[in-house]
């Protein structure tokens, strides 16, 4: 394994939020792990590595007013889920987003994720 690069804990996710892509409007896949500057992605399709998506995450009232963030997060990592073989998990690392949808994701990581050592 590679040397620790990530400058915040992640988290376990504890809730079954989807990640859609804000172009095409298709879930691309569900949180797993979270902090406020990447997160982990359960999806059932693959992701080239290093590919910049243009990303929303549907909101409750409980974070903010707004419905939704939007946000830019390119696919640091992907491989094949070793659970199941047809699903992947992918890290994705957050490369752009706006000062106040940074505050609400990172009251996303508060509500819903878990402490947890490493992916």
């Not at 910049?52 to 990592?77: G, P, Q």
């Not at 491989?79 to 994705?92: A, K, L, R, W």
């Not at 490369?95 to 505050?103: A, D, G, H, L, N």
């Amino acid at each position: 394994m590679g040397i620790e690069r990530r400058n915040s804990n992640r988290r376990k996710f504890g809730y079954y939020m989807p990640v859609i892509d804000n172009n095409t409007h298709e879930t691309i896949g569900y949180l797993s792990n979270i902090s406020t500057g990447g997160f982990k992605l359960e999806s059932q399709k693959s992701l080239v590595t290093n590919t910049v998506y243009h990303l929303r995450l549907n909101l409750t009232s409980e974070f903010s007013k707004k419905s939704f963030i939007v946000f830019y997060a390119k696919v640091a990592w992907s491989q094949p889920d070793p659970i199941s073989p047809y699903e992947f998990v992918h890290g994705f690392q957050i490369v752009s987003i706006s000062p106040e949808e940074q505050m609400i994701f990172e009251r996303i990581v508060e509500k819903y994720g878990e402490p947890v050592s490493k992916w």
